[in-house]
């Protein structure tokens, strides 16, 4: 397999290995509970902790510079808590719950998202790559 090849599904790999990490292991009450309000702090830690650990996966694979470091980064704050918020305004204004398949159907969007945003990231290392 062409190296570019396996540099492109490592980097898929490990950033939805990053994503269960920051979404299921690390994502607190706090968090979740208060990502449907803008600005709230709960919100703002999670997109936090998601772009605190991206950087472990795109440095490693594809060492690059400082500013376009941050311009990910920043990219991917504010996808990710636009998204997360966005979610938590539908699942609040239709009184969504676990029991409900729209509680689902909305998860299953939001998470297919960040996934494409995962996507975008490795296109954009690519793009970058020599």
Known sequence: MPELALLILAAVALLMGKHAVADFYLQTPYQYLNKGTYGHPGGLIHAGIHVALTPLVY??????????????????????????????????????????????HLLGTDQLIHGLTYLAIVAALIAMTP
């Open 59 to 104: 440095l490693v694979l594809v060492p690059g510079s400082l500013l376009i470091a941050g311009a990910i980064a920043l990219g991917e704050f504010l996808l990710h808590y636009h998204i997360d918020w966005l979610k938590e305004q539908v699942v609040k204004r239709n009184g969504l719950t676990a029991g409900d398949p729209g509680f689902w």
